[in-house]
Structure formats: C-alpha cells, structure tokens
C-alpha cells in the first residue's frame, strides 16, 4: 500500500484526548473556506475517504490527532453570501461533484451560522484595538458554547497588498498607542485577525501572502502569549511541484539558468489577483524559495493572468532551461492544472489538525517543520519539498510521542 | 553557493591515495563512450567544468575520490569506427560543441587506441569461456601498462532482448560447462563482458537494461571474488523526473491514477530501441519505479518511438492524472527535452569514482545507494529520487570516513 | 460579429420546404448519440445555442436547411440501456451540464422509444439479407408514422476492425446469393447498416473507419438507387488540428519531417479502441490525411491509449519537427483537450441538415464536399481543412440556390 | 511531390527579363540579415535548397521571379560588427551550421562592405532632410555601380517604440518644413529609412514594428512617386500559427473565449523586447490579427520576456480555450520552439523577389496580398493564413502574367 487507504475515523482518534477542535477560518465563506465545509461533511457521511489530506497518510499512523469528525468550524468574513449558496455555485462551474453538496445543506447551513464579520476598514468605526477585542471575543465565544479543547485560526481571506514597514511594528509601546488610536488604522485586516487569534489564545496559521501575525511586534506578542504558528502562503501548485523538481537538477550537478512561469486563473481568486499590487505580494513569495534551491542567478519571469473564462481551474506552465555536461541544453516544461481551492482545502485540515498537536504539546512560535505547506516558510530556509516531508514526519511523532506521554502521565493514578 | 563551482582538478584529489583509475567501457565507441572521451579531455584543458556531475557537488566534499583527471580510458566495442570520427559526427548533429573536440583528436586518438574488439557472437569462434579470459587479459593488460590502481568496468553498449532464463544460470557447475562449450553461446555479449570484469578483479557497473552480472550465477561469483557492482540502467531523463515528481503526489496524499509517457528518439539508440524486442527491456525497467512509488493500481501505457529525423535528442511526454480531495482531477505533464549522451556521460565518470571508493574500502556485492543512478536499482527496492540522494551522500561520506582513515592508519610509520 | 450568434430557429427554416428530417443513427444509445439527443432538446428549449455546429454559422446564412428543431431522433442498437441513463451517467462523468439534462427525460425517452434493436451477428438467425430487410423496414416506419420528408442515416457505432476484401464485395450476384444465405454472414453490422438506409432510400453518413457502405457492390447500388452518401470517420480532435497546421508548412517551404502523436482516452471509446484490430482500422485513417498534406517521406508514429481513469475526455499530444532555412530546427507541438462526444455530436447534426440538402437536390453517390467532415473524406483527396471549408460553403450555397430556385417554382401557379 | 523540391537557380529565372536586383538592408547586420547573407551565399554554392522560402514552393512555377543568385545585398546599420563575425558568432550560438559559415567569408565580406551607416539619432547632425538625401544616395549609388535593374529596401532594423501622432504626419507643407529643420527631429529612424526608399525610386517593406512608411504623409507620397509597398512586421511564429489555426475554430462555430500567450527569447531580439516600450509596438500587432479572427470579447493576455540563457531560440506557449457545443470546454494548448532569425531570413528573400515583381509591373501603394508575409498587413484586413495564401498565388500569378506579356510584346520586332 504505497498510499492512504485509511478511513477518515480511524486515524489516531484513539490517542488524541484533547477533544473537538475549532477551525476557525478567517475568510470562510471563499472558495476553500466552501470546499473545506463540504469536504467535512462528506468525510463525515462517509461520501470521501480523505484523499488529498497529507496528514491521512500512512506516514501519520500513531501520531495523536483529532479525528477529521472532531473539527468543528467557524469564522470571520467580510461576505454575507451563505456557504451553501457558495457551494452550489462551486457544483454549476464543475468544482465540486454534485454528490457531496447533495445532503451538505445543513451541515453547510451550522458552519455559516457560525461565521461572524471579518474586520472591514471602510465601514469599521472605532479604534483596531476594539476590532481586536471582539473578533476575539467571537472565537471565545465559539470555543466556550462548543466545548472545544482549543481553536486553530487559519487565514484563507482574500490576498492583501505588500505590507510597507512601521515604526510602531517594531516598538510595542508605539504600536500599542497606535492600535487604540480610531484615527489611525495601521494594521491590514490579515493583522487584526492575527491578533484576535493570539487574543483568544489559539494557535493560528496564514495561508496567503498577506502580512497576518507576520508583524515584528504580532511575532513577539504571539511568541510570549505562547501561541504556535504558522506560514506563509499556503504551497499548492506550480509553487509545490518547483520545489519537489528543483532540487532534482541540484542533485544531478546540473545548473538551473532560468526558470519562466505562466499562470492562467480566473475565479475569485483571479480576480483579486487582477490587481497589481496583490499580485505582487503572491510573485515575491512564489519566486523566493526557487532561488533558494537554484541560485540566485536564475531568471525568472512570472506571471499571474487573470482569464474569467477559465473559471476556478488553475493552468501554470514552466519552463526551465538548465545546463549539463559540456553546456549542453536541457529543457523541461511542466503543465500544471487543478482546481485551485480542491488543492488547498485538505491543506487546512492537515494545518489545522497538526497545529492542535503543536498546541497540546505547548509549542509557541513559528514552527519549521510546517515549511511543508508553504510557499515562504516561517521560521526555515528549507525549500526542497522532500526534506521538508521528512521533516514535517520527524516532528510529528517527535511531537506525537511527547503528547501521548504526557497524556498518558496525566491519567495515571497517583 | 547552492550549485557545485569546484574546480574539476580540486575535488578529493589530496585524499585519494589510491592511484590512477581505469575506466573499461563495454561500448566504449558508443555515443555515450565518446562523451566520456571527450568531457575528460575538455575538463583536463580546463575547457568546462564538471556541470551534471553529481560527484563534484558540495555535497560530496571532502570524500576521497579519483580526481576526473586520473580516470584513463580504455574498452571493448564491436565498431571499429574511431573515437575521433564519433566525436566529429557528434558535432555536425549539434551535439557537442565545436570548441571541446577542437582540441581533442590527441586524447581521442590516445583512448581509441585502447579499445579491443567485444565480444560479438557473430563472428567469435571458440568457447565463451574463452571469450571471457582475452577480455579479462585485455583489462589486465590495460592496468599493468599505465600502472593503474584499479580498473573499474561499465556496460554501456547496445541494449540487448530480456534474457531468457535457463537451468544453467543457477547452477554453477552446469554453468561452468556450458561456458567452456564452444557449441553453446549461453550467455548474451553483456554477460561476457561482466565475467570478464569480474576474472579482471575489476569492479562493475551495468548502465544498460541488458543482464551483464545480473545472471544468478554470476551474482554470486562476484560477491565471492569481492568485486563490488552496481546498476542497472542509467536513470537520466523521463523516469528520473518520474522518480523525482511521484513522490510529492504521495505524501500529499493525492492518488495518482494514471501516467502516460511517450518518448522520441532517434540516434544510434533510438534505431536499437526500434527493435520490438531491445525495447521491452527498456520498457520494463521505465516502469517498474513508477509502479513502486504510486502503487500498482497505476495505468502506464508507455511508447518509444524512433524517429530518426529528431536525432540524439530525446523528448518525453508525460500525462498524469491524479485524484485530490473530494475526487477532484489534478493533471501534470512534462516535457522534456535533452541529448541523452550528454546526461549519460557524467553519471558514467561518477560511477566510477565512486565504484573506485567502494572498492577502496574493499565492499562486495550489489552496493544499494548506487541506486541514485540507475532505473531498476540493483540490491535496493527505493526509486524516491530524495531518498537515493540521501543515501548516496550518507554512503560517500561514510565509505569516504573509512577509505581516508585506512589509508592514514597505513601510512602512519609504527 | 466574427463568430455565428444566429439563434437556432431562426436558420433557414423559412427557405426549407421540404418539411421535418428524420436523423436515424446506427448506435444512437452511445455517447454522441445521447449528446445529439441532449442537445436537440436543448436548443429546442432555448437552453443552448448552437455553438460548434459548423451550420450555424454565418458563412451558410441563406442556405435553405431544416431547423434544428424539425430534425426527429430515431435509430439502431445493440444496447438496451435508455437514452435517459445515459444521459445522467455522462453528467455524473462531467461531460453534459445538469442544467442540460434536467428537463430532457421526456425528450429522451420520446427518443429511445424510436430505438430499434440493431443487427448484432451473435444473436441474428437468418440471412443478412432478412436483417436488412428488417431494420429498412424499420427505418421506413419511422418515416410514416412521423410524417417526415426524408430520413438521414447516420452511423456511429463502435469501431469494427478493418474489412478484409472478398470476392463477393466485387460482384453483385455473388454478393446477393452470399446475403441470402443464413450461413454466410459476409458483412459487418456497419455494412448491413448502410443496405438498409439504401433500402429505405435514405441519405447516409458513415461516422466511423468502420466500412458501412464503402464495399464496391454496395457503393454502386446507393447510387443507382440515387442515395447521397458522405464518409469517413469524423474529423473532430487532433486530425482537424492536423489539416488545419500541416498546410502551415507548406505554404511557408518548410519540409515537415516528422510529426508524432499520442491519444489518451477512456470511456466507451478508449475501451473499444483497446481492441488492437479496432484501433487498427482508426489509426488508418488518422494517418492517411497527413501523408497526403506533408509527403510520404513524413515519419508518423501514433498511438491511441486506453486510460480508463480519463473518463470521456481525450487528450492527445502532437510533436512536430520541420525543417527550415539552412536545415533550421523547427519544432511544433500540440496538446488538445475535449470531451470527444461534444465534438462529434453538433457534426452529426450538421451531416444531418446537409444530406437532407443534397437529398432534395437529388444528388447521388459520394459527395466530396462532406471532406469537411471527415478523416478519411470519400470521393476527394482534399484533406486541408481550409480548402474544405471553401468547397463546403461554396457546395451548400449552389446546393442551396437550386434547391431554392426548385422549391419556388414548383409553387408558382401556372 | 507536396512541397517543393526545384532548385534555386532553376526557379522562374528563363521568364525574368529585369537583371539582377539589389536587396537593400536597414538593420543588415543584425541576425536576419545575417542569415540572409549566408544563406544567399549558401544557395549560390549548392550547399542549401531554398528550403522555408515560399516563393520556391510549386504553388510559384512559372511566376517570373529574379532568382535567389540575382540578389545583390546592400544595407544601411549602426552597427560596425561585420557581418563576418556576427555569422561566426551564429555559428558558435548554435543557430547556423558550420557547413554553411565554412566557406561564406568572401560573400560576407563583400555584403559588409555595401552596407552604409544608418540614421542614428544620437550621431546625426543636420536636418533629417539631409539625411533622408544621403541615404537615398547611398542606394542609388549602389543601384548604379551594380548595374541592378531595381533595388528593394527591406527594414529589419530593431523594433522602435510606438509613434506617436504629429500634426506633421498628417499635412504635407509642415513635414516639410519639419523635416528641414535640424532642431525638430520628428521622425524615427525607420521613417527616415523609409523615405530615402522613396526618394531612391525602390520597393519598400516593413518587416518590424516600427512606423516605417506609415505615417500618413509618407504613405501618400510614395503613391505619388508610385513606389509599391508592404508590411508590417513579419509574421513567422506564435502569430502565424495562431492565424492558421483561428480560423479553424470559427469553421467549426466553436467560440474562443481566451488565448493567451508567453514567449521566451534571449539573443538581440529579446534584449530590445526588454525594453517596455519596444516591446509595446509588438504586442499590439500580435494581438490585432487574433481579434480579428475570432472576435474581440477574446481574453488575451500576452506575455515576451527576455531570458538571455536562451539565445536565439524563440519559444511560445499559447493557452486556448474554446467553448464547443451544450458549453463543453475545449482546451489547446501550443508549444513553438524555433530560432526566429531562420524563420524570418527566407521570407526577407521572398518579398524581395515579390516586390521586384510587383515593381516590374508597375504596382504602387500599399499591397494586399503580401498579408501573408505580415502580423499586422497594410491594406487588407485579412488575418486568416489559408486565405492570404490562396491571395498570395492568385496575385503572384496575375501579376506574374502581365509582366511576361509586357516583356514578350517589349521584345518583339516590328
Ligand atoms: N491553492 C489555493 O487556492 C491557494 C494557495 C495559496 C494561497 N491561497 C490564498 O488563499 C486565499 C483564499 O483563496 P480563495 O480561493 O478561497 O479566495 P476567495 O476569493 O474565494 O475567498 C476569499 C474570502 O475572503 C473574504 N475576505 C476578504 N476580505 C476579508 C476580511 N477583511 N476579513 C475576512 N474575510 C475577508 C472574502 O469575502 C472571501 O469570502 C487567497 O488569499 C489565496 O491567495 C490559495
Ligand atoms: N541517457 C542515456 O543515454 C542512457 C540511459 C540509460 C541507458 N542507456 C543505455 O546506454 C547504452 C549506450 O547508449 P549509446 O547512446 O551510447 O548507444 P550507441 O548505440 O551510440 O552505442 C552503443 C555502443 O555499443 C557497441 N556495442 C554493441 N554491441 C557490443 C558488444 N557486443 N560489445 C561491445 N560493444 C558493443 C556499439 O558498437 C556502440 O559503439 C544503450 O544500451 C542505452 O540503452 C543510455
Ligand atoms: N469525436 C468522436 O467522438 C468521434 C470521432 C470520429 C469517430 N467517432 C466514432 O463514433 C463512434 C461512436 O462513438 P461513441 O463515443 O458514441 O461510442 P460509444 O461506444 O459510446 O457508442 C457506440 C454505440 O454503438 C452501439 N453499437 C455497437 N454495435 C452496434 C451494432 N452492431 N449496431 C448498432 N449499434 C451498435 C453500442 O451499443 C453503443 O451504444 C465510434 O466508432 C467512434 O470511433 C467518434
Ligand atoms: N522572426 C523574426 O526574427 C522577426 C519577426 C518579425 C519581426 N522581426 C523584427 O526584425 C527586426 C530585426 O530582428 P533581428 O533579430 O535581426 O534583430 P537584431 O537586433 O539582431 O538586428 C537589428 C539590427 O538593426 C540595427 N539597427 C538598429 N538601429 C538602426 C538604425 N537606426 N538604422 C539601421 N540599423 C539599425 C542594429 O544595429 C542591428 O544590426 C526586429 O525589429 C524584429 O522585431 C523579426
Ligand atoms: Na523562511
Ligand atoms: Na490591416
């Protein structure tokens, strides 16, 4: 068995005793947010077994997890479009197959009744700092009338512009006076959300390239608050398949000269990333990890088109031209296509079951080993996507082994 | 510095105590042999450096190998046609660039002298047996006469029909009559050559997808008489990125339902795989790496098609199709495109570096990190291209540690 | 308005007099088949306009064809699974939209009722010549009981493996005497088929390579019998790409020297086509167009793939090397992606209109405009899809003028 | 025979009456004219057919053409670089054979020692009056001192930004008055080429971009002088792909929803493409042809990046979609890989030969038919490749016709 086959109820539900888990999903009612819902259900009523989830791997097996049933979901989003509008929508373009959406209305129904107002700078009135306190009010809120053991905030919203630096975001007094000031709206939205996590005390993961807890102040607070997490940009396509490739040619002695990119989208996230200054928070952290594995004399064109009639289906064609022995001209060109959010969706379950571990073993910081999931890791330099499996499974079960052990430690009678 | 930029003179050369080293090519007049001709020359002049040889990347400082300078060329081939007028010819196809044969008919001319004539069943009269011994004379020779260290042997002639099995392959006895038995020509060219090698008490690497030492019998021969081997069949364009790209999809949990290749070849290589039956070899040994990594659920319809207008440039096209969360359809393909030789030929200098490092420290057997370089990996079931890569570095240094602390230990006065 | 947005009432149904068509297709329970009738329902309900059909478009504005909707679906097969099944199988498979399919059970059930049972050779008793008489009968029933000016048979049943030729094939008695006999079942389904359409005096199309009515003695009778008839095997995917590209080359003094092809598909066709004989017959006539175009000396390896797992889409990959100026390198390479049976089926319906055309023109024997349509075009060596185009457009409006000028003065009082 | 195979003396030369023809070069020393040289060379030597040349294709036989040996090259450029070493430096690059080059010295020689300096800018002192003068009698002298019966000038100088408009553009007193003013130098280099075309009494064509003859005042004044004219800018690979193979799409009433585009290039053409003005001009006239063919609700973003380590090797990828019948989506995609300056070189030959034609028989103004040679033609609005071939030969053979009666009647006694 050279796969998963494991059913989704079976992976190590057994060891795990921190009880259900919160998801809580800033932007939750987009494209992934809709794709992570319905795949919940469907791995629930038994309609999908979790193919496309890292963490069903047999390489998980005996890591302490919660059970994909045991996660329960909430959030933040600036849309009021219910989640089962969005799925269905999802089943007219072909994204998702209609049988999984067929009996999703309830479910799909519970998980938007519990999605609360993301922070909007055009209609918020009053300071960040009061944004901050009751978005994290609303994560208490959730944990506290679900019985959840703990939450884990993961960021999927819409991309955000290249962050330019402060003052205040490398002096906490500054910073502080800033947040509380209605006239002075520093922080992007991804930051406020970032902060509502650590303000709850839930562990939190960014998905986009977006600045989120990635704020020299936010790290400390987040650090101190003893909060674990993770980023950035969640690693899915062209981007995964680079760095699953790349370090072949090093491997080899061979010498990468250039490396061209081309990406067709459309969708809501074509859209957004229509505009200039998203689009270049996504090339900057897409470009960075291929010059860390080839060397930064490779050139790289990239580009991003937002084509509508393509609809959510990704296309990304590379090119890469790479020299041998004795110069000689190799080339090589990937054709890449998927739907986009299908790709990202059993990612954030994956983040959000291993960030919980990560939370009950008492981790805090940005944690390396989740490089795997991201385009621009925190906390690492590693690129090369094979080192990073080992890495992510070597943490696992280190991490899992501790868990278990205390968990065990702590049921022992005296 | 994240690719290799040693000097090809620089590399290991101080603790490498063991002298010159010979490398014996079975086809040594191929297009393959005649870029190993050439490339040694041109590093020697300093014309290039090693680009796409593994061993001289950074990964392998500090483990005592042969310099590229030290390997001294000689062979068996059943052509006549001069290294010299291979290299010419390879020129005018656009293979090897003008300025690295323009200098080289010297060198050429040198190595060409030192090929004997193979074994060819056609025209040899006399037992194999006989066969055996003149060639294992030729290689003994060969050393004596430039005062090498050691020799090592490399198969990279003509790919030969899949080898029946026979009564006779497994019984040493029977096999030793059969052998001496001018009326029964057992064994196919490649066989010959490897018991030549292993009477020669050289080492032996099989870059081919024919038997070579791949004959039970003969398998335990070598072990007996302590020659260290390895293959078998070099792993350079489509089913090295296969061995590099499957494993991404699996630990990402996708299923990878199909993968269809199509490659165009024409050149010496693409005429002999023209042949309905020289492919099946070479078919073979292309899928049973990618079954291994996904799982034997797999379709992989798979063609070699000789086109002789496209000459020694081969190109692949490959068609994945996989299943990611919620069954959605995730599609891959690549394109590759490059000169076989020229891929092949530095695998054949590292080989034998590193077959001279094993011997060295005086290893017997199919030796399973050289799996890194082959498609069907003698003595090893791992065909996860980071994997072999892994362990190859981890062998070097290891065997290197041991070669380095022997040749210390020997030279220290009592 | 570069492209046809004609609606689909609207065309020529005014200068049509000759009253509704009936479109009676030999393996009409298959895919195209389940298209064609998911679609006429479509346009009828004003769910779809008629892109990809050809007769749509501006260019056959004024040519006097029946409307879409005056086309009556009736038919021959050996399978007994209803249209409405189908239908639903191919939208859980993707390929039809639910939107389509939603409202067309009536519609497809009016349809599958006029599907009579084909001739199948394992269970027929009796002669071939009962057969025929049987499904004509059919065929003629259809005609009165709808009250139709005419009927159209066109062919697309599964692929049979290439005719071999017999003495009978050459000789109306002999061929008569062997049809009448219950023990010699000389001819295949496709060819008893096309005997029938001439008995009941009805245009033919032969969608497929199989043979249907291209047997010498049967050719001969429809024309003496004054039947219109077009062939052979659709042109829709890479071998349109094909005719449309090579002229490419030569118009510019490029000489093509290769041109390679790979075809994956599942579905109904890729498992028919897993059939060695059958894909023969298909591999034929794909190659023959492209001789005819680049010159014999063209090197053109092709394959056709079963890949279940592809479901109905078919991706074919084409690599194309030219020479240029000074032996200049060209390379060219395509890669096409469809659901086959949507291709195929707007064809079907614009065969249908214009063999009623040429029907009511009182043409006979094979009409070489219909190349347009076909791989392997019966009675015409053109193959570039530009001169079809030209010779089709000019053929229906002279076609279409007469038919008109006919139609007006039959009316004009005396 | 399907493509040509006459040799290059042998073409149309018995039926030719109007001597040698000089072939006037701005921008001679770049890669085309390079290439033109060589294979001018190359051809008179017998080392070469005329292969990529259109008008040696059969399509041509009995045109009464000048033949290849009757082009005499000149040029004007700003370059010094010879064009010897500049063919030497082609060879090394990889684009020109050694076989071609071997022998071309002498030729090459010859060729550089006809090309003149060009208009630059920077250099230039005195009105552009003036230099419009001289350069004119630079051709003329040539013309002269070759004993030519016409000269053909031909831009192939590097691509210009766009022009902006000028009331001087439009109003022949203040051009005048403009283009005598040393302080006002209103036009661009390839104007002042364009000019001094006319003022020599030669056929001029635009093979880039660049304005050209195309600025109003310009364009009537060479319908006065009764100069024959065409461009503009060379059509030779993603665009005339797409041209061939647009038009298939509309054929089938298939809608084109996107077709986008991205190419790499290195070599000159891609350092001035580095440019984003430069590189403004060319994406226009690339994308106008495609608009035309299939409609402007097309979404089609195009991308040309520069990437050095490719040299001269040009490659294109285009991203189709199409929506075919009930919405099925039809995607291609296309892969070009070629080197532009051999694409481009035959075809600079071509419209020499043409153009002497179109001269020969009096012809002024803009032409039509030479569509088939441009992106973006002058004077028609035709894109569709198959339909500027078949207006290509018909012209060629009208044409051609008249001005073998008016030699025939010229020579024929009283
Ligand atoms: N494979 C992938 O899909 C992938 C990979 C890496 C990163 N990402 C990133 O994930 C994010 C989500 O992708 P998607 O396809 O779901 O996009 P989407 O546009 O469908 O969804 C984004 C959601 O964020 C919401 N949102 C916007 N501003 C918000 C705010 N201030 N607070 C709360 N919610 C807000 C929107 O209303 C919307 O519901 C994007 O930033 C994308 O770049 C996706
Ligand atoms: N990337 C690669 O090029 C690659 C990868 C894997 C395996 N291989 C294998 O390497 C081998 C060599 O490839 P090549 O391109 O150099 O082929 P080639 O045809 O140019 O050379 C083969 C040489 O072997 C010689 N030969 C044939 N029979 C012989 C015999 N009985 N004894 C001695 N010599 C004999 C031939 O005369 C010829 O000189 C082939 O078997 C090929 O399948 C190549
Ligand atoms: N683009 C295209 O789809 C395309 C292009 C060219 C040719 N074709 C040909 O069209 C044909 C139909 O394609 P499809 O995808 O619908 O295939 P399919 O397998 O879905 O349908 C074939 C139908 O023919 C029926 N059939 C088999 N034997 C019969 C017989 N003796 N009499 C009557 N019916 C019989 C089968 O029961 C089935 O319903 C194939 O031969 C295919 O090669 C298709
Ligand atoms: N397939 C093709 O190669 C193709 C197709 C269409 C258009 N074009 C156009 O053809 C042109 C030439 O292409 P190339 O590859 O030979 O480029 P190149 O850069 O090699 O050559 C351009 C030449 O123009 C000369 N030049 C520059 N300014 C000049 C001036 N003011 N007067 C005279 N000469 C001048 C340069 O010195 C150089 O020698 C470019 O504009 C290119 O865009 C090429
Ligand atoms: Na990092
Ligand atoms: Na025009």
Same mark, same amino acid.
């Given at each position: 068995m050279t796969q998963h086959e494991t059913s989704a109820t079976a992976i190590g539900t057994d060891a795990w005793r921190e009880g259900r888990v919160g998801l809580w999903l800033i932007g939750g009612r987009g494209s992934i947010g809709t794709v992570v819902a319905v795949g919940l259900h469907a791995m629930r009523a038994e309609l999908a077994p979790p193919t496309g989830c890292t963490t069903a791997g047999e390489a998980f097996a005996g890591v302490p997890l919660p059970a994909f049933a045991d996660l329960v979901i909430g959030g933040h989003d600036v849309s009021t479009t219910p989640l089962r509008e969005r799925a269905h929508? =999802?089943? $007219?373009? /072909?994204? =998702?197959?209609h049988r999984f959406v067929a009996t999703a209305d309830d479910a799909l129904d519970r998980a938007d009744a519990e999605i609360r107002p993301g922070y909007d700078r055009?209609?918020?009135? /009053?300071?960040? +700092?009061? +944004?901050? %306190? %009751?978005m994290a009010a609303d994560i208490t809120d959730f944990r506290e009338r679900h019985g959840l053991g703990r939450v884990v905030v993961v960021d999927i919203s819409s991309t955000e512009p290249i962050l330019e630096d402060h003052v205040e975001f490398h002096d906490p007094e500054l910073f502080t006076a800033a947040l509380e000031d209605p006239d002075r709206p520093l922080l992007p939205a991804s930051s406020i959300a970032a902060l509502a996590a650590i303000e709850s005390g839930s562990a939190y993961a960014c998905f986009t390239p977006s600045a989120g807890i990635d704020v020299p102040v936010i790290r400390s607070l987040a650090t101190e608050r003893g909060i674990p997490f993770a980023g950035q940009d969640g690693k899915t396509g062209e981007t995964l398949l680079r760095t699953a490739l790349a370090p072949m040619f090093t491997a080899r002695g061979m010498r990468v000269l250039s490396w061209a990119g081309s990406n067709l989208l459309g969708g809501g996230d074509g859209a957004t990333l229509a505009d200039p200054e998203a689009v270049r928070s996504k090339l900057a952290t897409k470009? %960075? /990890?291929l010059v860390s594995l080839v060397g930064d004399h490779v050139v790289a064109p990239l580009h991003i088109d937002n084509v509508p009639d393509l609809g959510d289906v990704k296309t990304a064609w590379d090119h890469i031209h790479a020299e041998g022995f004795l110069s000689s001209r190799i080339t090589m060109q990937t054709i890449w296509s998927a739907y986009d959010s299908m790709l990202a969706a059993p990612l954030i379950l994956d983040i959000a079951r291993l960030l919980a571990l990560a939370a009950a073993d008492g981790q805090r910081g940005a944690i390396p080993a989740f490089g795997f999931f991201?385009? $621009?890791p925190w906390g690492s330099d590693v690129h090369d996507f094979s080192q990073q499996t080992i890495a992510l499974h070597d943490w696992a079960h280190a991490t899992g082994t501790r868990v278990r052990a205390a968990a065990e430690s702590a049921v022992t009678p005296a």
């Open positions: 929508a =999802l089943v $007219d373009s /072909g994204m =998702l197959a055009r209609t918020h009135t /009053g300071s960040q +700092a009061d +944004a901050v %306190r %009751r470009t %960075r /990890g991201f385009k $621009d």
